[in-house]
């Protein structure tokens, strides 16, 4: 495991896990089912057990109906053998989440009540299951995203059990965005606790092994011989990096590579997927192909990158058009503006290939640990010597954004806002027939 000022992650992660108990009463952990968020589950379970503490936690589990069983399986195990420790929230309701591999419904609502007789799964029959039947939320309505009932679940549970901790499996080596959501300027923390992020007035996320890499995930498994996802085992055999592994929703823009896999690793279940999803069995056929941008892309003759970004931005259905125009025109804002801390490699490159474009402050940037001078641009390049390593601002990575139908611009290092949910309620509402 990774070592570091005479201790190692492990036994930090566990000092994070005591320090959040010690200071909160009301804990519940969000939890996915993957392997980082079931390591996390199994280290405050241990805490709990080993220190005699009396009062449950809640524990949080979004059920976005499009799950491997293998996953299910797994929930099922964690849920069940730990009830004596848990308030049980396994959330069975219609909620609106992206669709990275249809145009034209980017968006898809899963536990839809008018898709029933086509759901991939039949619904959980446990009894704790809170579904759209019995469901207890006051905040929630039937055009809610994803994203938006987790920041309002951690209110309501705070509004009916007082200043609450949500503890979250998430690691800054596993994405860009992670690495941000933890250390970001700026951000609200309890107690400047850097590994701690204010999501309300009484509500806190935490993240005890924001620190682990994915070699620390399977040698505390292994080591403590914990239950985990055994999907893992299925893609592990099937030659898919430790690194590369996701087992979250599959239509999302990160994880729609492994779409492949899905009929491989379930064909019965895929089969419903692809009734069930628009675009599914598209995304399993053409991700990691140029169709999604996934491979390097060839700019068409008589096109620069300029050109062939506004050429595809015609070709895109109106309401999708704008939140991408929306999206590409607050990176270029940024990076015109404002600016990003790079490494000296990619500065050099930049200097060396295109001095006139960019504008080197001198400026140390204060995020991490500040060795990285900002770097803003003066114009928008048509491409940069490192297009496919990072989102430096260019026409080519806002082309290579909509041909991997990255509707959210993760790729471009964008998190879902707000506005965005706000948009896509509207997107939805206008299209809600034919969803």
């Known amino acids: 495991m990774k070592c570091y000022n005479d201790i190692n992650v492990y036994d930090a992660a566990n000092q994070r896990i005591e320090y959040i108990f010690n200071n909160f009463e009301n804990i519940y952990v969000s939890f ?12 405050v379970f241990d805490y709990m057990r080993k220190n005699k503490i009396n009062r449950k936690i809640g524990l949080l589990f979004i059920d976005l109906e499009a799950f491997y069983t293998k996953t299910i399986d797994f929930i099922d195990e964690m849920f069940l053998n730990n009830a004596d420790l848990i308030i049980p929230y396994w959330v069975c309701l219609p909620m609106i989440t992206t669709n990275a591999v249809s145009m034209y419904e980017p968006f898809w609502i899963f536990w ?4 029933k007789e086509k759901w991939v799964r039949p619904m959980p029959s446990h009894e704790f299951i809170i579904n759209y039947n019995n469901q207890m939320f006051e905040f929630y309505h039937d055009k809610i995203t994803f994203e938006s009932f987790v920041v309002k679940f951690g209110e309501w549970y705070a509004s009916k059990h007082g200043n609450t901790a949500c503890l979250v499996g998430i690691r800054t080596d596993e994405s860009l965005n992670r690495f941000r959501a933890i250390a970001r300027e700026h951000k609200g923390t309890f107690n400047n606790i850097h590994y701690s992020t204010k999501i309300a007035d009484n509500v806190y996320n935490f993240y005890p092994i924001y620190d682990w890499n994915v070699e620390d995930i399977w040698i505390y498994n292994g080591k403590f011989n914990k239950p985990y996802n055994k999907l893992y085992d299925l893609f592990y055999k099937a030659g898919v990096s430790l690194h590369k592994m996701r087992v979250c929703e599959p239509f999302g823009d990160e994880q729609k590579a492994g779409l492949n896999l899905f009929k491989v690793v379930e064909p019965g279940t895929w089969l419903r997927v ?3 999803v628009s675009g599914a069995n598209f995304g399993n056929i053409y991700c990691g192909t140029k169709a999604t941008g996934s491979k390097k892309i060839q700019l068409p003759k008589g096109h620069t990158w300029r050109s062939y970004c506004k050429f595809l931005l015609k070709t ?6 704008k939140v991408y125009v929306q999206k590409f025109t607050k990176f270029i804002k940024y990076w015109t503006k404002q600016g990003s801390p790079l490494p000296d490699n990619y500065i050099h490159d930049l200097e060396s290939t295109m001095p006139n474009n960019i504008i080197n402050t001198g400026s140390y940037s204060n995020r991490g640990i500040g060795d990285k001078i900002v770097i803003k641009f003066n114009c928008i390049p048509d491409e940069t010597p490192n297009d496919n390593k990072t989102d430096m601002l260019s026409w080519k990575r806002m082309c290579m954004a909509i041909l991997k139908n990255d509707i959210t611009c993760q790729s471009l290092s964008f998190s879902i806002t707000k506005n965005q949910i706000v948009r896509q309620n509207e997107l939805i509402s206008k299209y809600k027939s034919i969803l």
């Open 112 to 115: 839809e009540e008018s898709k």
């Open 316 to 321: 895109l259905p109106d309401e999708t058009r």
């Open 32 to 43: 996915s089912g993957g392997k980082d968020s079931g390591v996390m589950l199994n280290l």
């Open 274 to 276: 692809v009734d069930r």
